[in-house]
């Protein structure tokens, strides 16, 4: 067994109506103003003046910044700055999934550091702790608010960096399944799939230890068992609460085992073709699962198909391929595109992904090694 280390240096809280304690964190920070990071579609729903009336409720400044886009950009971090400054916020509270949280990271850097973001772009570059921050999902895939990155796009160079540092993660997250429950199910289906895969990619990772696997596992049995419910009915309280905490320790996993060749590839597919990246993920994850079939050397293949298939008999002789079939059926029943084809993504955005693909560092701990005409290849399989 190879050496390993993890720490879990947040404060993790789970149950339906969680949110009520925001009040009692924000005056244990001493916050008497807060910025808030989300988006419009959010503001749509309510769940943005939900958070703002339970923290004003406690007499506490609440400012918000909704101006987000699907994938983040440089320009919208700055701006968030901006606001920030003028507000004199001394905390930071992200809802939302991803894009929210990796925005409050990237403001909380830089309210302390300062510069530009892309200074931080890569392993370990920021300094020290960043400004308080409270995370609030409300999806249950990202797994942002235990994952030590934030994924930025570089509208200039057409890249999605990302900052890497276990000095981002939010001091605070509050996971309450009401938050997740007006989900529409294609968002429900994409960002469910992107937990399976931050599970599976780090159930396979050559960095894997005890500790991911056992947070990867738990993960995925709680997916094949509670994510087409939950797709199916996102009122369904109990399927709500096992897809919230299955994102949650997906994220624990992958934040210690790191992800692979997926992830390396999806990237691109958004800062290229601007699609989500739930949706960018899955359709990938066949054709890199079958490619990564020559390392499956001691049986995690069978396990995870186990997992995805809750409830069924286990199957006699398996082989690495029902895996892949698995999944695609997977995708097919969650209303999820086959095809890159059918998002956007043309010939000649191949190449130029491939190109960054090979450079992060998710392509380095894929299980299967590999080298820029494989993930060319397996764009093309996709396509």
Same mark, same amino acid.
């Given at each position: 067994?190879?050496?390993?280390?993890?720490?879990?240096?947040?404060?993790?809280?789970?149950?339906?109506?969680?949110?009520?304690?925001?009040?009692?964190?924000?005056?244990?920070?001493?916050?008497?103003?807060?910025?808030?990071?989300?988006?419009?579609?959010?503001?749509?729903?309510?769940?943005?003046?939900?958070?703002?009336?339970?923290?004003?409720?406690?007499?506490?400044?609440?400012?918000?910044?909704?101006?987000?886009?699907?994938?983040?950009?440089?320009?919208?971090?700055?701006?968030?700055?901006?606001?920030?400054?003028?507000?004199?916020?001394?905390?930071?509270?992200?809802?939302?999934?991803?894009?929210?949280?990796?925005?409050?990271?990237?403001?909380?850097?830089?309210?302390?550091?300062?510069?530009?973001?892309?200074?931080?772009?890569?392993?370990?570059?920021?300094?020290?702790?960043?400004?308080?921050?409270?995370?609030?999902?409300?999806?249950?895939?990202?797994?942002?608010?235990?994952?030590?990155?934030?994924?930025?796009?570089?509208?200039?160079?057409?890249?999605?960096?990302?900052?890497?540092?276990?000095?981002?993660?939010?001091?605070?997250?509050?996971?309450?399944?009401?938050?997740?429950?007006?989900?529409? @199910?294609?968002? %429900?289906? =994409?960002?469910?799939?992107?937990?399976?895969? /931050? #599970? !599976?990619?780090?159930? &396979?990772?050559?960095? +894997?230890?005890?500790?991911?696997?056992?947070?990867?596992?738990?993960?995925?049995?709680?997916?094949?068992?509670?994510?087409?419910?939950?797709?199916?009915?996102?009122?369904?309280?109990?399927?709500?609460?096992?897809?919230?905490?299955?994102?949650?320790? @997906?994220?624990? %996993?992958? =934040?210690?085992?790191?992800?692979?060749?997926? /992830? #390396? !590839?999806?990237?691109? &597919?958004?800062?290229? +073709?601007?699609?989500?990246?739930?949706?960018?993920?899955?359709?990938?994850?066949?054709?890199?699962?079958?490619?990564?079939?020559?390392?499956?050397?001691?049986?995690?293949?069978?396990?995870?198909?186990?997992?995805?298939?809750?409830?069924?008999?286990?199957?006699?002789?398996?082989?690495?391929?029902?895996?892949?079939?698995?999944?695609?059926?997977?995708?097919?029943?969650?209303?999820?595109?086959?095809?890159?084809?059918?998002?956007?993504?043309?010939?000649?955005?191949?190449?130029?992904?491939?190109?960054?693909?090979?450079?992060?560092?998710?392509?380095?701990?894929?299980?299967?090694?590999?080298?820029?005409?494989?993930?060319?290849?397996?764009?093309?399989?996709?396509?």
């Amino acid at each position: 067994m190879n050496e390993f280390k993890f720490t879990i240096p947040q404060t993790v809280r789970f149950g339906v109506g969680i949110l009520n304690a925001l009040p009692e964190i924000l005056k244990e920070e001493g916050a008497d103003s807060v910025f808030l990071v989300s988006d419009h579609n959010l503001e749509a729903i309510g769940a943005v003046q939900k958070v703002v009336d339970i923290v004003e409720a406690a007499g506490i400044k609440c400012t918000c910044f909704l101006d987000l886009a699907a994938n983040p950009s440089v320009e919208i971090v700055n701006a968030a700055k901006a606001k920030y400054d003028e507000c004199e916020a001394k905390s930071l509270i992200a809802l939302g999934g991803g894009g929210p949280m990796d925005v409050a990271k990237s403001v909380g850097i830089l309210v302390k550091y300062g510069g530009d973001i892309r200074e931080y772009e890569g392993n370990f570059k920021v300094p020290g702790p960043i400004a308080p921050m409270i995370a609030i999902p409300t999806t249950a895939g990202t797994g942002s608010e235990v994952t030590a990155s934030a994924v930025i796009t570089d509208n200039e160079r057409k890249v999605k960096m990302s900052v890497i540092s276990y000095n981002i993660l939010p001091k605070y997250a509050l996971l309450d399944p009401e938050m997740i429950e007006t989900a529409p @199910a294609l968002v %429900a289906a =994409a960002c469910g799939v992107d937990a399976l895969v /931050h #599970a !599976m990619e780090a159930y &396979v990772s050559i960095e +894997a230890s005890p500790f991911s696997d056992a947070m990867a596992e738990k993960a995925m049995e709680l997916i094949g068992k509670y994510l087409r419910l939950f797709v199916a009915n996102r009122k369904d309280e109990k399927a709500a609460c096992g897809m919230m905490v299955a994102s949650n320790f @997906a994220g624990l %996993a992958f =934040a210690w085992a790191r992800l692979g060749y997926i /992830h #390396a !590839m999806s990237h691109p &597919v958004g800062a290229y +073709a601007h699609v989500a990246h739930g949706v960018a993920n899955a359709i990938l994850m066949p054709a890199v699962a079958e490619f990564n079939a020559l390392a499956d050397h001691d049986g995690k293949y069978e396990r995870i198909f186990n997992y995805i298939r809750q409830g069924k008999d286990p199957v006699p002789n398996f082989k690495p391929e029902m895996l892949v079939e698995e999944l695609r059926k997977l995708n097919d029943d969650l209303g999820i595109p086959r095809h890159l084809a059918e998002v956007g993504v043309t010939e000649d955005m191949i190449e130029p992904m491939a190109e960054d693909a090979v450079v992060v560092a998710n392509f380095r701990v894929n299980p299967r090694q590999g080298t820029k005409q494989d993930i060319i290849n397996l764009y093309k399989q996709s396509m």
